[in-house]
Every structure is written in C-alpha cells, then in structure tokens.
C-alpha cells in the first residue's frame, strides 16, 4: 500500500513508461561524454589565462633554509613565484583542514611529507611554468623522516609537528567507543576466542582526472570565481570565505564535470588556495592542474589501519562480543575527511550484520612524514575498515569452531524483525532482510556445489586448490542527520530545487554534484516519478554556487538518501500546488482533486475522464493561476533526513590458487546488494560493477608505499597497480528490496556498497582455499607471491 503523499513504494510500482522510479533509464548525461563534449577543469579556457606549476619538495622531512626565485624569474614567460612568504602578506600561508588541524599551504619552515607543497611558478603557458618550477632553487636541510605509524611513536622518533605548541610526539589522536569492561567480561566468560591482525593497507582514490582549478578574479564586479573539481562546492565557497576573508557572496564555486571523484575531491587542496591567491593578485585567470603522480603522491589517501580484531564466541558458534584495537596512520596533518564528530568516521559499526551484546573499539592515530588524508576512497567513512574487520573475523571464528561460514552468519544476523535496531556501538540500523540477500547469494554461486569441488581437489591433491568467501556487509549511508553530522560545523542536510516552466518542462538543481554516479539522470527520475512528468523533460542542474540551493556535496552514499529524499518532498511540494491549479483548470473544490500515480494526471474524484496533466497545469500556473495562489509553480525542500540509510549485501567469490605460482583466479563472484527502492537499475548495476572492480585493486594489487628515506614508491601506475579488464570477472549481481522506512521513497545509498563489501569476500575466499591446512589470513594486496608465501607456511605449496 501506498501513501496518498507517495510514500515507500513496492518496487512493482516502475517508471509507468515515463522514466520515473526502477526504469533503466539511459544515462542523460552520456551523450555529451561520449561524443567528448564534456566540459572538465582542465577543459575551460579564458582570455589571459595563466599557469601555475607547484614546485615540490624531493624529500620527506626537511627545513627549508631558502628559497631563490631569480633563475625562475629569469624564464621568458614566468609571471611570478609565490612562495609562503608571500601569501603571509594575504593571510593565506596556512590553510585549516576538514579536522580543523593547519596545514601549510606553501611550507612555511619545515617540509612534512614527500612532495609537499614548497613554491608556485605562474607563467603565460604549462611547458614554461614547468621550465620555471625547474628553476627554483631550495636550499633543504634534511631531516630524519619516519614514514611508519609505529615506529613514529616510539621515543626516539623524529618529531614531525614542531609548529604545534608544546607538542612533544607524533601522537594524533586517541579515539574509543562501546563498553571497555562488558566486553573483557564476556571475553572472560565466553567458550571461544579468536584473534588476527590486519593491515587495510595504504590506497589511492586514483579518479581518472586528477584535481586541479581555474581562479577567475573580476576586478570589476570584485567576484572570484574557482572553478574546481569539488565534490561538495558549497562548503568549500564556505571554508574558501573563513579563509580568505572574501564575503561568500562574493565567491563562486563552479564544479564542471568531474571525472570520477571516490573522495578525492572531498578535500581542500594547496593547489585550489594558490592558483584562487593568484588569480585574486594578478587580477587574470590562474590555471593548476595536477599531473597523475603529484596526485597519488600528495592528496588523500584512504585507509591505512592496521586493526587488531578479537571475536568471543559459544561452542555453538554465537558471537558474544567484538573487540579491535586499532593503529592509524593520518599522515603529516590530520586531514581526514569526515563529519566533525567522527574522528574515527564510522567505524564503530564494526558490529556489522550482527546481534552482538557488547563490543570495544580503541584506536590511536599518529602523525608521520606521509601526506595527509585517511578516508577518501568509496569508504562511507571507514565503513570499509570496519566490515573488513567483522567479516573477516567471522571467517576465522567459523574455521576455528570448524562450522560452515555461511551457517556462523546465519546463526548472528540481526533479525528482520529486530528492525529498527540498536547496535551495542549505538547505530541506528532503519532495516535489514540480510538472511534473504544470503540466500539468494548462495543459490546464485551454487555454494553445496563448490564445498563438494572444493573437498574433493583436496582429497585429490590437485594442482589449483578452491577458495570460497563470504562477505555479508552492512552499510551506514546518507549523513546526516545535522545534529550529529556536519562538516567544518555545516550541518549535513541536502537539498532539491524545481522549477516546473509555463511550458511544461522542469529544471531541478541540487546540493549534490554528480562525479560520474549519473545524477543528471536518477534525480529527474524522482522528480518524473513524483509529478507523472517525462523523464525527457527534466533537466538536472548542479556543481554551481550562483544558482544551485545550498548542499553537503556528495560522498559517503549520501546522494540519494538526502538529496533524493529532498527532490522528492520538493516534488511533493510542486504537486500540493498543482492540485490548487487543477481544481482551478477542472473547476472543482480542490479538496475533490486526487492525483493518480500510474497515468500521473490530476482528476476529479469519481470522474477520471475529469483530469490535466502537469504540462496543462504549468500552463494554469502562469497563464491562468488561481486567485488563492501565486502564480508559478516551483518549490525548494532542505531536507535534514532522520536518521541513516542502511543498505547492505551477500557477496560471493570462489577462486582458483595455483599451489605453484600463488596467482589467483576467479571461478565466480556473486553479489546481491539491497539498496532499499531503486530508482535507476541501470545506474546501479553500473556502480556495482565499479566498486567491485576496485574491491578487486584492494584485495590484489593496489598500495601506496613508502622506502625507509619517506620516498613514495608507490607513486605511480607503473608501481601503484589498478586492475583492469584482464584481472576483472564476469561479475554476476541479484539484488533483494528492503525499503528504508524512513525515506520519502524508500531508497538506500548504494555508491560505495561493492567497495566497501568485497574485500573481504576476496580474502576470505583466497584464505578458505588453505584454511584446511591452518591459514587464517592473508595481507592484501593478495600478490602472487604474498600469497605463495602463505601456500609455502601451510606446506602446500608444489
Ligand atoms: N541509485 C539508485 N537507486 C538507489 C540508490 C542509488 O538508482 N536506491 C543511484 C543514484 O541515483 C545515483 C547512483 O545510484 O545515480 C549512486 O547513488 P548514491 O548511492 O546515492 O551515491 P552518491 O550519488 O552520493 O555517490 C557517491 C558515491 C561515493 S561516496 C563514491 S566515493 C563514488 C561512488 O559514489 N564515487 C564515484 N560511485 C562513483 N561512481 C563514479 N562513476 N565515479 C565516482 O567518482
Ligand atoms: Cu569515502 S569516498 Mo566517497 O565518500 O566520496
């Protein structure tokens, strides 16, 4: 059944022909990138417009002693060289993080991380902006650098945040969360007890664009404007504004199209500050665009915990309590990006898909000579750690007691009943079917199949030994609500504008900015779902702070659960006044006007033959509006959500590991995602395929690394791997629908759901192919001969 206002509704209710909700709508926005008209940063042109090139530091810990800029100057073409001491003059040297920590914007005194921002070349074109940066000479007086989170907290360790008053150790942060005392108790008390570190290594978001941004200062009308790859363009005018002093309405933030963002372009970056300082200086357009290894070297990075985690369970196999300690690595700066709150994101839910009475969280961050960053990458902030955590150790639970791992999950789901839910952490689950997403999941790879395979290549003592994993996630996504989420203390709402014109056609523009996920597309959708219009005939504006309504950006999932949510009560909205100008058209009482969701007309009651379309109302709404309303027909909805979506997932893998070359294979990968009501299929199968392909890159290739000096030597695609179409399976994806109560349509976020799923499904699956012979765990990235190793320990290996 079906709210008159809308409602959650059944997944039945699709698209009515019209593109609305659960149509696989081609994406709108394809067009223009396949025929390459899209318009990206590094595509926009101005008149005058001048280069910036960033001189970086080789070393990772260093003093500067001096910077000469004559040779530089001496370029034909350099404009100017900017280093810290002349953004002092502008109050800018110094830039606040999104933790509220200081970062330098160019280095002030002492270098903090390998190709740190040390001076800024501006110059008429690129090549002598690069000649230019060659010509600046640093004196450095190099220091010991310490690129480990553990080594940087032991006594002797170089200090690194000597600008911090009375600082006198690496040491970040301190973080816990749960009952430290229940927890032992149960540990105490319980049959079993596991225990396993894991590190989630170092990673880099690596979008196909890399960052980069045009500062356009107008004299005449004092107005700057950036235009950048922002993942959330409205708070950073605001943070650009604390700043700088300029009045924020005196600042415009332009998000072009961005290709691919998955948190890096969360975020506020030297490179934005200069060529925005240069701009406003030299009163011409300032150009920074990064090159592919200054943005795997210095902007943020993902993960980097290593976690202790401890599982205290019965004989039987139900889980008491969860327990994980965890070393942080944050790099030079704190500099996460995260609700203000959550110095840890959300990791707390570590408890995952389970009913588990008590659980202890403690963490500690430490600063090192690395850059600065920790939580970008399709992570739902950290939600990716966490489920790591859980669903590995659920692995090891079920091979210690000798169960079946997907009869050990089935034994501590939280119950579809138990719905809405309180973990022991203090999240609120909205809802949840995860037996039904792992049934489905098992039918689908034929799981009593591949446990007979899997036991009879051992019995035969084949060459390729099989490997089955499991991962049943459970998502958080869709901060806020404002009261607990915000953002440098911007409560994280989201918001929807639509304006319905004389003709009949729609421009909507939200607080959101697409970077690939196919919002011009999904959010007209909503909008065509909920006023019986034509897909075709809404257009879906964003990424401009003149002209879109305030919003959060997009990350964390958060798309849809508040910005839909809020194109969706806006909508609502638009149709509470076309009913007011039905009534006016039909000549009824408006009270006597429904609407009917299926042809998307307004008729009067007990006589549908009585009815307009919304193109007739637009009409009304302009040329014949009702004496009791203003003419128009728009509405704005900021929509502050509840609580969280929690969408969630079964995950399959079976692999092949060759016990003479420990390369591993995949025989299947199966996923079953519930994201709540869909809107788009299409789209979601599209995110899923990608977030799996990079859950692929986390299990088996991809690291950020470092040698003993602090060089990166993981700084590149020759030496950073990312998996491509010859390491990527045919994935085969299902999905289950557990509407969200709480939301205006029912839908979870689902963006980062195959990332943040599928590692541990991978290693779980490489792990089960030996724990018959004793391995609990293997490191990602799982390497052939990371891999080969573990075969060799379990004397496997041929
Ligand atoms: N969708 C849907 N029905 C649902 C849920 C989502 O049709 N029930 C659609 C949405 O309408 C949207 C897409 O799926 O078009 C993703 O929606 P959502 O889960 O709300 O996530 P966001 O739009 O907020 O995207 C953010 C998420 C994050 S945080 C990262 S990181 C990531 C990801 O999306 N970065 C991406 N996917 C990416 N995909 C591309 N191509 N590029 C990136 O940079
Ligand atoms: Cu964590 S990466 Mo996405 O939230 O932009």
Redesign the pocket.
């Known amino acids: 059944a079906e709210a008159e206002d809308g409602g959650p509704q059944p997944e039945k209710h699709c698209g009515h022909g019209r593109g609305g909700m659960g149509e696989d709508v081609k994406r709108k926005e394809d067009q223009r990138f396949i025929t390459g008209r899209g318009n990206y940063v590094d595509d926009i042109k101005k008149p005058d417009m001048l280069h910036c090139e960033i001189v970086r530091s080789p070393h990772a810990h260093a003093r500067i002693e001096n910077i000469d800029k004559s040779r530089a100057l001496d370029v034909d073409g350099v404009v100017a060289v900017l280093t810290a001491d002349d953004l002092r003059e502008y109050d800018l040297a110094t830039m606040p993080t999104l933790m509220a920590d200081t970062q330098d914007v160019l280095v002030n005194d002492k270098v903090k991380f390998q190709s740190q921002e040390v001076a800024a070349v501006i110059a008429t074109d690129r090549y002598t902006a690069k000649d230019g940066a060659q010509k600046v000479v640093v004196d450095y007086d190099v220091l010991e650098p310490v690129v480990d989170a553990e080594a940087s907290l032991e006594d002797d360790a170089p200090l690194i945040r000597d600008d911090i008053e009375d600082k006198e150790d690496n040491h970040c942060l301190d973080w816990e969360t749960g009952d430290e005392e229940a927890t032992a108790e149960a540990f105490e008390e319980a049959d079993v007890t596991v225990t396993e570190d894991m590190l989630y290594q170092r990673l880099h978001p690596a979008?196909i664009e890399t960052c980069g941004a045009v500062g356009d200062y107008d004299p005449g009308k004092d107005k700057l404007t950036v235009h950048m790859t922002s993942q959330a363009p409205h708070i950073h005018r605001t943070l650009f504004a604390q700043v700088s002093g300029i009045p924020e309405h005196k600042i415009r933030i332009v998000s072009p199209d961005v290709g691919?963002?998955?948190?890096n372009k969360v975020p506020i970056y030297p490179g934005y500050v200069v060529a925005a300082a240069a701009s406003y200086v030299l009163e011409q357009p300032v150009k920074w665009v990064e090159e592919r290894s200054e943005n795997i070297q210095s902007t943020g990075f993902a993960r980097d915990y290593d976690m202790t985690g401890e599982l205290a369970a019965t004989d039987d196999g139900e889980i008491l309590a969860v327990r994980t300690d965890v070393l942080a690595d944050h790099g030079a700066y704190n500099a996460v990006a995260q609700p203000s709150k959550f110095p840890a994101g959300f990791f707390n839910i570590f408890t995952g898909s389970y009913d588990i009475d008590t659980a202890y969280g403690s963490l500690t961050a430490a600063y090192t000579n690395t850059a600065p960053g920790g939580v970008a990458?399709?992570c739902s902030f950290r939600v990716t750690e966490a489920v790591y955590l859980i669903e590995r150790m659920v692995k090891v639970l079920a091979d210690e007691l000798g169960m079946d791992p997907a009869e050990i999950r089935r034994k501590n789901f939280i119950q579809p009943e138990q719905f809405p839910y309180e973990s022991s952490t203090g999240w609120n689950y909205d809802s949840g079917d995860y037996e039904g997403a792992l049934d489905k999941a098992l039918e689908m790879a034929d799981y009593d199949h591949y446990r007979e395979e899997q036991q009879r290549r051992i019995d035969e003592d084949a060459d390729k030994l099989l490997g089955i994993g499991i991962s049943s996630f459970t998502e958080v996504?869709g901060a806020g609500p404002g009261k607990t989420c915000d953002i440098a203390g911007v409560e994280m709402f989201d918001s929807a504008e639509i304006r319905v014109h004389p003709t009949g056609n729609a421009t909507v523009r939200v607080g959101?900015q697409t970077?690939?996920?196919?919002?011009e597309t999904?959010f007209a959708q909503i909008v065509a779902e909920e006023l019986g219009m034509d897909v075709e005939d809404i257009t879906v504006e964003h990424g401009d702070t003149d002209t879109d309504p305030y919003g959060l950006g997009?990350?964390?999932?958060?798309?849809?659960?508040v910005a839909?949510a809020a194109a969706a009560v806006a909508s609502r909205k638009v149709r509470e006044k076309a009913k007011a100008i039905a009534a006016n058209e039909l000549e009824a009482a408006e009270e006597d006007i429904t609407w009917d969701r299926e042809s998307g007309e307004f008729h009067v009651a007990g006589a549908p033959d009585r009815s307009v379309t919304i193109t007739e109302i637009a009409a009304g709404a302009y040329m014949n509006h009702p004496s009791s309303e203003e003419p128009g027909l728009e509405a704005v909805n900021y929509y502050d959500p509840p609580e969280m979506t929690y969408p969630f997932g079964s995950y399959i893998v079976i692999v092949e590991v060759d016990r003479e070359t420990g390369e591993v294979e995949f025989e299947k990968f199966v996923a079953v995602d519930d994201?709540?009501?869909?809107?788009?299929p299409m789209?979601?199968e599209g995110?899923i395929h990608?977030?799996l392909a990079q859950g692929i890159g986390t299990a088996m290739l991809e690291h950020v690394t470092f040698d003993d000096n602090g060089n990166v030597t993981g700084g590149d695609f020759m030496n950073y791997l990312l998996p491509t179409s010859m390491e990527i399976p045919n994935f085969e994806t299902g999905h289950t629908v557990t509407p969200s109560p709480h939301h205006p349509i029912g839908?979870?976020?689902?963006?980062?759901s195959p990332t943040v799923g599928s590692p541990p499904a991978i290693v779980n699956a490489v792990v089960d192919a030996m724990s018959h012979a004793g391995i609990t765990h293997v490191e990602m990235p799982m390497t052939p001969d990371t891999v080969w190793a573990k075969l060799d320990e379990a004397g496997l290996a041929t």
């Open positions: 979008p691919g963002g998955f948190g990458y399709r996504v959101v970077q690939g996920q196919g919002h999904t997009t990350y964390g999932s958060r798309s849809t659960p839909g994201c709540g009501n869909r809107i788009n789209i979601i995110q990608g977030g839908a979870k976020g689902v963006g980062e």
